[in-house]
């Protein structure tokens, strides 16, 4: 009988099948990471190589392979491998619920209405005042004030004409050396309206009284005619004629009440940027003498100061061929002042 031997090609098999198991060991260890801590503080990162009973060897990324004598390590640690990375979250569709909409028109986003343009400015006003003052020797004061308010509307059908309706109304009052050498006080209200290109008629009346010059009381009316003699934006001049009811109720003289025809002219003329030069003449011969007659002449010259004050010198000039009494015929005021306009 023979004695049993040991396969050849068992043992081979055997022998490749322990092969196979080092390598996917050695592999495995050689996967594992871990922390070597150092008994002189240091600690090494790495994926063991191979270890024995007296070393560890290391593969790191700075040398391939780093030997460690197991008498320097301290303590070991594994790192744990890194936690798989989560799953994507799951695509969800939400469908929108069918539902019965009903497609509302949007409503038209509202125009707003167009902006109107300011219309021409209606009403001026303007206010004078004025005074001259002297203390010493002979003491002398004098106060001056005047304000005139004018409304002017455009016709709609013809822009170009108007209606015009001027307020004026002055007051002068003074003393010198303790005696009253002005008391007066005069108001007009003169209407007029565009009939043409240039023609216009008006209407004029006032009132007041003069003091010094022994009217206690005095009033007129009386319409007529006038003809825009130039329009240009820095000449402006118009010419007047018509008639006039004139009535003075004097004191220590008799009263007179006269017709007297009217003849007047007026000018405002813009010189240059700064000055504005304003006269106003009024010729008013009596109907059943032309040779008594009375004369006014009314002018000033405008230099603005500061937006709407302006620096005035005016001039006045009053004239009678039949004053009251032993009142001079003739009467001459200048007078500075300021005056403002709004």
Do not use: C
Request: charge should be positive; avoid cysteine.
């Amino acid at each position: 009988m023979k004695p049993n031997r040991p396969n050849p090609e068992r043992i081979r098999f055997y022998a490749i099948l322990l092969a196979a198991l080092l390598g996917l060991g050695g592999t495995v260890a050689r996967a594992e990471q871990i922390i070597l801590h150092l008994h002189n503080g240091d600690h090494l990162t790495g994926t063991l190589v191979s270890e024995d009973t007296n070393r560890v060897t290391l593969a790191t990324s700075w040398i391939k392979e780093l030997t460690v004598p197991r008498s320097a390590i301290k303590q070991r640690e594994t790192v744990p491998p890194p936690p798989p990375p989560p799953a994507p979250p799951p695509v969800v569709v939400n469908k929108p619920p069918v539902t019965n909409v009903v497609a509302v028109a949007k409503p038209p986003t509202p125009v707003p209405p167009p902006v109107k343009p300011a219309g021409p400015k209606l009403w001026k006003a303007s206010l004078t005042l004025g005074t001259d003052m002297q203390f010493g020797q002979i003491d002398r004061q004098l106060y001056y004030s005047r304000f005139k308010l004018t409304y002017e509307r455009p016709y709609k059908s013809t822009p170009q004409k108007f209606f015009r309706s001027i307020f004026d109304y002055a007051v002068d009052y003074g003393e010198s050396a303790g005696i009253r050498s002005a008391n007066r006080m005069d108001g007009s209200v003169k209407t007029d309206f565009d009939i043409g290109k240039r023609w216009f008629l008006y209407n004029l009346g006032g009132a007041g009284y003069d003091e010094i010059r022994k009217i206690d009381l005095h009033y007129e009316d009386g319409p007529g005619v006038g003809y825009h003699l130039f329009t240009l934006p820095k000449f402006v001049a118009n010419v007047e004629a018509g008639g006039n009811y004139q009535v003075q109720e004097r004191r220590g003289s008799p009263d007179a009440k006269n017709f007297f025809f009217r003849l007047g002219e007026d000018v405002t003329w813009k010189i240059g940027s700064k000055l504005t030069l304003r006269e106003k003449l009024e010729f008013t011969p009596r109907a059943e003498d032309l040779g008594r007659y009375r004369f006014r002449f009314d002018s000033s010259l405008d230099f603005p100061l500061w937006k709407n004050i302006t620096m005035t010198l005016s001039f006045l000039d009053l004239y009678d061929t039949d004053p009251p009494g032993r009142v001079s015929r003739n009467e001459l005021l200048v007078r500075s002042a300021l005056t403002i306009t709004f």
